[in-house]
C-alpha cells in the first residue's frame, strides 16, 4: 500500500524544530534599482544568511518582506526561500507617495529581535503625477548640497567581474559576461538598469549588511518545508468543537495539492505545515466533521510583524532633476504598454507535499457521453468510484484502493472528498451540484494520512472555471484572501521584439545566478530604443561566506 505520510512529516518537521532549538538568520534584500516612479515593479532578491556560521542558512523556506515608510507599512510580500534564496516581484501603487522607503525582510527566526530595523535598506520612490509626499519625508534643497551629498558610485569589490562592452547601439543584443575568480561556487543576482541621475539613497550592501552588528534571536525555525500557519478557533460553540477532536483545513481552490490539516490544540489554537503557497489566492477555512448548527469556525492569523520604520533618511530633492524625472516618466508611461508575461520567465518553486501528480487517475468529462447528475456521472463515467451509506448513515464515495483487498471486498470507505482542491464536508450537497460545471474528476486510489485521520483515497472534482462561488458552503466556512509567496521570476526580456519601441528602464535582471568556481558566464541584454547610460550591478556571496558587489556601465546611443 502506498501512503503520503503527510501528519507523521509535520510530526517529523516538529521535532527538527524543537531538537534545532533557536537559530540566527539575517535577510538581505537586492533590488534591481535605488530608485523608482510609483507604479513601477520593484524586482528582489533575498539572501537568507546564517551570521553565526557565515553562509546561506537553509532552516526556513520563507522570508517576510514589509516596504514601509514613516507613515506606515506600504507594501507586503512573502518570498519562498530554497537553500537561502528567494526571489519575486511587487508593483507600487500608482498612489505611493514621494520619499524614501525600507526594504525589511525577516524570518520567523528573526521574531523578537529589538533591531531588526538595522537588517533594512532604502530605495526612493518618486510619484511624477501626484504631489503626495511621505509625512515629513523630503527636503528642497539647492543645487550644490545635491550634488556634494551624491551617492558614491563604483562600489565594486570581491572576485567576481562584470565584463561588458561600454558602447552598444539601441534595439541591439549586448552580451555582458560574467566570470568567477572566487575558489569557491558563487550566488549571485544581476540587474542591467538606467543611470538618469536621479538621487539614489545611500545603499546598504551586502558587506555592510553582514558587517553590521545584530542582536539576539529569539526565534525558531517553524517554516522548514514552507510557511507554517497559524489561526484559532472562534465561535460560542469552539469548546464543543475541541471537545470533538475534528480536523481543522485550510484549502486553496483550483490547487489539489495546496490542502493542509492542522492539529487542534487544547487552547483552540491551530497549525498547518504547507509547502509554500504562491500567489495571491482564496483560503478556504473549515473544520471537517462539524455539524452546521454549531457556531465555530477558523481564523487563520497574518504572519507579518508591521515593524516600525525608523530612521530613514529624507529624499533630498532639487529642481535639477526635473528633466530627468520627466523624462524618467515619459518612458515609464511608454513600457508600461509592453506585455509582461513576454519579458519575464518563472525561475523553479518548491513543490507542493500533498497528492503526487504520478497517483492521479483523470477523467476528463469532455470525452464521454454528460450526464445530468453527479450521480449517473460517477456511475456511467468513473467505474472505479461509488457511492454508499457509511456507518454513521452519512453518504460516501468509496473507491477501489490500488492494491488492496479488505473484507472480500476491493472497496474502502472513508474517502476524502474535494471541490476544485476544497474538502467537502457533506457528500449529499455535493450530488446536488450541476455537473454541466464540472472539467474533470481526479481519482487518487490510495490511502493517505491527512493530520490524524486515514482516507483511503481521494477524489478532486475540478470545475470548468475553477471558481466554487457556486457551490453552498455551510455558514461557518470562511473565505479570505490570502497573500502567497511571490512566484520567482526574471526579467530577461527575452521575448522583446526588435520593431517594439523599447523604453524600459530596466532592461535585464536575474535574481538567483550562480557560477562554478573559474566560470565565465555571458547574458544577451536587449538594449532599448532611446539613448542612455545603464548601471550594470552584479551582487552575491561565495559558497563560503564571503561577499561581492561588481559595478560596470553601458552607454547605449540611436
Request: aromatic share 8%; with cysteine.
Amino acid at each position: 500500500m502506498r501512503k503520503l505520510l503527510l501528519s507523521s512529516l509535520a510530526c517529523v518537521l516538529t521535532a527538527f524544530t524543537m531538537a534545532a532549538g533557536r537559530v540566527s538568520e539575517r535577510v538581505y534584500v537586492s533590488t534591481d534599482k535605488d530608485v523608482y516612479l510609483s507604479g513601477e515593479t520593484i524586482w528582489f532578491s533575498a539572501f537568507c544568511v546564517d551570521p553565526s556560521k557565515g553562509g546561506l542558512s537553509d532552516a526556513s523556506s520563507v522570508a517576510y518582506l514589509e516596504i514601509s515608510s514613516s507613515d506606515g507599512v506600504l507594501l507586503t510580500g512573502k518570498i519562498a526561500l530554497v537553500g537561502g534564496r528567494g526571489s519575486g516581484a511587487l508593483q507600487l501603487p500608482l498612489t505611493t507617495p514621494t520619499g524614501n522607503y525600507s526594504v525589511l525582510a525577516y524570518t520567523a527566526a528573526s521574531r523578537g529581535r529589538d533591531d531588526l530595523m538595522n537588517d533594512s535598506r532604502t530605495v526612493s520612490v518618486l510619484n511624477t503625477s501626484s504631489s503626495v509626499r511621505v509625512k515629513g519625508g523630503v527636503e528642497i534643497i539647492d543645487t550644490e548640497v545635491i550634488e556634494r551629498q551624491a551617492a558614491p558610485t563604483g562600489r565594486s569589490f570581491g572576485s567576481v567581474s562584470v565584463l561588458a562592452a561600454q558602447r552598444a547601439s539601441s534595439s541591439t543584443v549586448s552580451v555582458v559576461g560574467l566570470r568567477n575568480d572566487m575558489p569557491s561556487k558563487v550566488t549571485l543576482s544581476l540587474s542591467v538598469c538606467l543611470d538618469d541621475g536621479l538621487p539614489a539613497p545611500s545603499a546598504t550592501d551586502l558587506r555592510s549588511f553582514l558587517a553590521m552588528p545584530y542582536s539576539g534571536f529569539k526565534g525558531e525555525a517553524s517554516d522548514k518545508e514552507g510557511e507554517t500557519f497559524r489561526g484559532k478557533l472562534i465561535g460560542q460553540d469552539s469548546g464543543t468543537v475541541l471537545k470533538d477532536g475534528l480536523i481543522a483545513v485550510v484549502a486553496f481552490p483550483g490547487h489539489a495539492q495546496d490542502v493542509y490539516a492542522g492539529r487542534i490544540s487544547a487552547d483552540g489554537t491551530v497549525s498547518f505545515v504547507t509547502g509554500n503557497v504562491h500567489g495571491n489566492r482564496d483560503m478556504v477555512c473549515e473544520i471537517l466533521g462539524q455539524d452546521e448548527s454549531t457556531d465555530c469556525r477558523l481564523v487563520i492569523d497574518q504572519p507579518y510583524l508591521n515593524v516600525k520604520a525608523a530612521d530613514i533618511p529624507p529624499l533630498r530633492l532639487s529642481r535639477s532633476f526635473e528633466s530627468a524625472l520627466l523624462r524618467r516618466h515619459q518612458l515609464s508611461r511608454s513600457s508600461s504598454r509592453a506585455v509582461p508575461d513576454t519579458l519575464f520567465e518563472f525561475l523553479p518553486k518548491r513543490s507542493g507535499l500533498f497528492l503526487p501528480d504520478d497517483h492521479c487517475r483523470r477523467f476528463h468529462l469532455d470525452d464521454y457521453n454528460r450526464f445530468p447528475t453527479i450521480r449517473e456521472t460517477l456511475i456511467e463515467i468513473t467505474p472505479g468510484l461509488r457511492i454508499r451509506k457509511g456507518m454513521d448513515g452519512k453518504t460516501q464515495i468509496q473507491t477501489r484502493l490500488e492494491g488492496v483487498i479488505k473484507d472480500n471486498t476491493e472497496y474502502s470507505g472513508n474517502m476524502l472528498v474535494l471541490i476544485d482542491g476544497v474538502p467537502v464536508k457533506d457528500v449529499d450537497r455535493l450530488l446536488e451540484f450541476d455537473p454541466y460545471l464540472l472539467s474533470d474528476i481526479l481519482v487518487y486510489p490510495y490511502s493517505y494520512s491527512f493530520g490524524e485521520s486515514i482516507f483511503n483515497g481521494v477524489v478532486d472534482f475540478v470545475t470548468k472555471k475553477g471558481d466554487i462561488s457556486s457551490f453552498k458552503f455551510d455558514k461557518n466556512v470562511v473565505i479570505v484572501d490570502w497573500q502567497g509567496a511571490c512566484y520567482p521570476v526574471a526579467l530577461t526580456c527575452s521575448g522583446m521584439g526588435p520593431d517594439v519601441n523599447d523604453t524600459r528602464s530596466t532592461l535585464y535582471w536575474h535574481p538567483s545566478l550562480e557560477l562554478a568556481p573559474g566560470e565565465r558566464l555571458d547574458i544577451q541584454v536587449m538594449t532599448p530604443s532611446y539613448q542612455g547610460r545603464f548601471r550594470i550591478v552584479a551582487e552575491g556571496l561565495s559558497a563560503d561566506g564571503i561577499p561581492f558587489r561588481s559595478e560596470s556601465f553601458l552607454d547605449v546611443a540611436k
